[in-house]
């Protein structure tokens, strides 16, 4: 059973992350694919850096600058996760109306959106790694690769991704049993957490309750630790207290809860959606 | 019983477009959580990000007005610019295009239905930069502003329906250009600072994006002392500009949607779903 | 029927182009429909129906030839041909899962220029008719299809169009809905001389329970068309056979020199082979039995019948509607 349960597993994903890529590679042309890849995460660093230019003493050269322009590279993978994971429901249930089928078959549910969203997470990684070289090349942003503590960065960036992802399982819940109008709800989240993680600003700024929320997500501690992996510093005063080690264990502990909580709630929406006839439901207004 | 004159067909057109828009919102209204309470999180992050470099308090009114306008700019691009593409996988286009109505009647039908949710989420912001972030304004002139900003909105829905007519031909290609269109034109048309700091150059190529003099205009009419440094054009131009925009983005748009419908038709891609 | 056209094409065509080839999905159709018939177009999937009645809704342009509805050329002024025109599909997904009944039928008639009265009087009178009356305030997502193509049929006939296309409307339907639908149908058309249906289907019964004129169309091509009972005359000098055998593993070799048999077609149904055949007279019979006793097959039932629709589409296309590959080589076609 257990290994039946694998090979489903396995073949959920496997089919979900070909379809996922058929889907998003849908374009009219590569040369459209590149100017997106580049130009949508540039100009989103952009914003910040001119927010800088305009205000910030110093400017570019403002302490502050570099931790912010790596946490809002990384960003990047937040909003486009929770959204590829997320809107796989409603697309799968009133775009292509296929949802109804994937529930027939065989497959593990939760692998087949995670596989959805592996085609959003390569493109991300593009983008980020776009934004990155941009802040490297363009903007001066001190990055030497001897530097750079790899093993932490890899490490934070795989739990940091399969954090997003199971965010975006929960989302798919949330999506599961509202209208089409969560089309956006991945976006919308990560526009929200986008104050409280400390993405662009050191959560030190907020006021204090929202500090504590701000602290309980996993997001926050690994936007802390890839920019002490990339800078050799994180930004602000707040988590400065936390050793490397203590940053990473928070960050993987807190991923395991979301990943949990995650699936739970995911599968009491699906319960929800089945008692309530919502898993083929078109709300097409 | 008389045949329906257009113009009867297009303002019933109208009204029955935006009747699914309105009720649609009424009977599953999780959108006032997704597309009203969340924005509001993300216009708070960039005044957070103000106050983190110390900038003057007007910015954070700059941050809460770009914010609002962020809502028509959302619609005009995924309520509408898309629209035409969901109505095609679901078989309502074809619908329409044999009904003796015009896709404009659609469109503006569609624009006034989901006006509603997009004004409560502007309404929103302006709420939470007024009475959480305490932004304090100095109107200049009522009758300016508003002007300012229903041409802006005249101007904006006119370029949605103008990027509508793109998807009656290249359908989900047309869904990413979309998505192209977001960040890069938060930067240009500067939702979040002023858009002098680009430089004039820019500035006024991101000029025949409505929202770019709209919200420079409103900043100018809301904030006239910190705008006196960073104000890009004086108003009574930009209030000319935007006009001027509003009438050439609707005309190209009717000769956009006729073009691309006969394109589409000759090229039998009115009725291609699942793409 | 008046002598009026309602729809007329001249050598109209579509053609694709696909990467490396070219799909001619119309090939020089010639049609005249008057004003007040009910006219049937039958066809295997992927004949051109669909096509031809997107041409004449608007929908798609014509690569060569011309086509007029009301005396409207569909190119030049598709505008105005909707004035006159509705459309109903079958297996359609159209409408807003959160309006109710009601409420998509009434948003509908607004494209029409339909005053709300008028709309809610005709939307009450059709629902009840199809039987809907009770589900006018449900939402259409907890509509079953049969209920939603229900809904979709109201939709067609509520702006009282001079023609209406009705392209396979009884697809996937139940067979009490469908014969509801056809009774509609009838009804509505017998009662307007002034209406015209065009009617695409697959299905030979409907076409020959409903249609004033049936056009038999294949590979884009319009075959035949007349009156569905001249269609059959046409077979009169013919023979038609239907056998049932025990199973047969190739029967286009048993069959397709044997003397006297013009067209033959035929299935598997349940483990059996259906066979049918249009020969040239009784004597053409023998020969087909002995082969297939040479065959080890075992005749079950013969049955001989007056020609059908079916028959004439086979005689016509070399195979019938449901498949089955066919003998001699299908029919060069002629009006």
Avoid at chain 2, 36 to 51: C, E, G, K, N
Avoid at chain 2, 223 to 240: C, H, N, S, W
Avoid at chain 3, 12 to 22: D, F, G, I, N, P
């Amino acid at each position: 059973m257990t290994r039946q349960r694998a090979v489903e597993s396995i073949r959920s994903l496997r089919t979900a992350a070909w379809l996922g890529w058929q889907i998003e590679s849908n374009w009219a042309t590569p040369f459209l694919f590149a100017i997106y890849s580049i130009a949508k995460p540039v100009a989103g660093a952009l914003i910040l850096v001119l927010m800088y230019t305009v205000i910030a003493q110093g400017g570019l050269q403002n302490p502050l600058f570099p931790q912010i322009f790596v946490g809002n590279a990384f960003y990047i993978y937040v909003a486009m996760v929770l959204m590829g994971v997320s809107q796989a429901v409603i697309e799968d249930r009133e775009h292509y109306g296929m949802l109804k089928y994937m529930y027939v078959a065989p497959l593990n549910i939760c692998v087949y959106l995670l596989g959805r969203g592996v085609a959003q997470a390569a493109m991300a990684t593009v983008a980020v790694s776009i934004t990155l070289l941009f802040g490297i090349i363009v903007l001066g942003i001190p990055m030497p690769p001897a530097s750079i503590d790899w093993g932490m960065l890899f490490a934070a960036w795989l739990f940091g991704l399969a954090g997003v992802a199971f965010g975006g399982i929960l989302l798919g819940g949330i999506a599961l049993i509202t209208a089409r109008h969560s089309f956006s709800i991945g976006e919308a989240v990560a526009g929200a957490l986008y104050m409280l993680c400390g993405a662009i600003f050191p959560i030190d700024v907020l006021p204090r309750p929202l500090q504590l929320l701000g602290q309980a997500l996993p997001l926050t501690y690994w936007l802390e630790a890839l920019r002490r992996a990339l800078l050799g510093a994180g930004a602000g005063e707040l988590l400065s207290s936390l050793a490397d080690r203590e940053l990473l264990l928070i960050l993987a502990g807190s991923t395991i809860l979301l990943a949990v909580l995650s699936v739970w709630f995911y599968h009491w929406a699906e319960n929800l959606a089945r008692e309530k006839g919502l898993i083929d439901m078109q709300t097409m207004y | 019983m008389s045949s329906p004159t257009r113009w009867e067909i297009f303002w019933r057109t109208v009204m029955g477009r935006a009747y699914p828009r309105v009720v649609g919102m009424q009977r599953e209204r999780s959108w006032l959580f997704f597309e009203t309470f969340l924005p509001l999180l993300q216009v708070s992050a960039f005044v957070f990000v103000y106050r983190a470099i110390h900038a003057p308090p007007e910015f954070t009114g700059f941050v809460v007005l770009g914010g609002a306008m962020t809502a028509y700019w959302l619609n005009v691009l995924w309520s509408m610019a898309t629209q035409f593409y969901w109505e095609k996988e679901t078989g309502n286009l074809e619908l329409y295009i044999i009904a003796p109505t015009s896709l404009m009647a659609i469109l503006l039908g569609m624009a006034i239905g989901g006006m509603v949710g997009t004004t409560v989420r502007a309404l929103a912001v302006i709420a939470l930069g007024l009475l959480i972030f305490h932004v304090e304004v100095s109107v200049v002139s009522v009758p300016q502003l508003l002007g300012v900003f229903l041409l802006t909105l005249v101007a904006l829905y006119g370029l949605g329906m103008l990027f509508s007519s793109l998807f009656l031909l290249y359908g989900r290609q047309a869904s990413h250009l979309s998505n192209l269109l977001q960040e890069p034109i938060f930067l240009v048309s500067g939702f979040y600072f002023p858009v002098s700091a680009l430089g004039f150059v820019v500035a006024l190529g991101a000029s025949v994006i409505p929202i770019t003099l709209g919200l420079d205009a409103m900043r100018q009419l809301l904030f006239p002392t910190m705008m006196a440094q960073f104000r890009f054009l004086d108003v009574r131009i930009e209030l000319g500009v935007l006009a001027m925009l509003s009438i050439g983005f609707l005309w190209l748009a009717r000769r956009a949607l006729s073009h691309m419908e006969d394109l589409s038709r000759r090229e039998g891609r009115l009725t291609v779903r699942g793409q | 029927m008046s002598t009026e056209l309602a729809v007329k094409t001249e050598q109209l065509s579509r053609v694709y182009k696909a990467k490396k080839r070219e799909i001619i999905a119309l090939d020089r159709v010639d049609l005249e429909i008057p004003t007040g018939e009910l006219f049937g177009l039958l066809g295997p999937n992927g004949a051109g129906k669909t096509t031809l009645i997107k041409i004449l809704t608007t929908l798609l342009a014509p690569t060569g030839g011309r086509a007029w509805v009301a005396g409207i050329d569909v190119a030049q002024n598709p505008w105005e041909v909707r004035r006159h025109i509705n459309m109903v599909s079958g297996g359609e997904s159209s409408g807003y899962g959160l309006l109710t009944v009601e409420e998509n039928l009434w948003m509908f008639t607004q494209f029409y220029g339909i005053d709300g009265k008028t709309a809610r009087t005709r939307i009450r009178e059709m629902l009840e008719i199809v039987g809907l009356a009770d589900r006018a305030k449900t939402k259409i997502y907890h509509l079953s299809t049969g209920m939603r193509q229900k809904m979709n049929f109201v939709r067609g006939f509520l702006t009282n169009p001079q023609i209406l296309f009705l392209d396979e409307p009884t697809l996937g339907l139940d067979v009490q809905t469908s014969h509801t639908l056809r009774g509609f149908i009838k009804d509505w058309v017998g009662k307007r001389l002034d209406k015209t249906v065009l009617l695409t289907t697959h299905y030979m019964y409907e076409a020959e329970e409903l249609c004033d004129r049936v056009a038999i169309i294949h590979n884009g091509r319009l075959l035949a068309c007349d009156t569905p009972g001249n269609l059959k005359k046409r077979l009169k000098r013919e023979v038609v056979f239907r056998l049932e055998v025990t199973a047969i593993a190739t029967p286009e070799k048993l069959f397709q020199d044997l003397r006297g048999v013009r067209r033959f077609s035929h299935a598997e149904v349940n483990g059996h082979t259906e066979l049918h055949f249009i020969l040239d007279d009784e004597n053409a019979l023998p020969p087909i039995l002995t082969a297939i006793q040479h065959s080890h097959g075992e005749l079950i039932s013969l049955e001989k019948r007056d020609p059908t629709l079916e028959d004439v589409f086979i005689s016509l296309v070399g195979r019938s509607l449901k498949e089955g590959d066919g003998s001699a080589e299908a029919a060069e076609g002629e009006p």
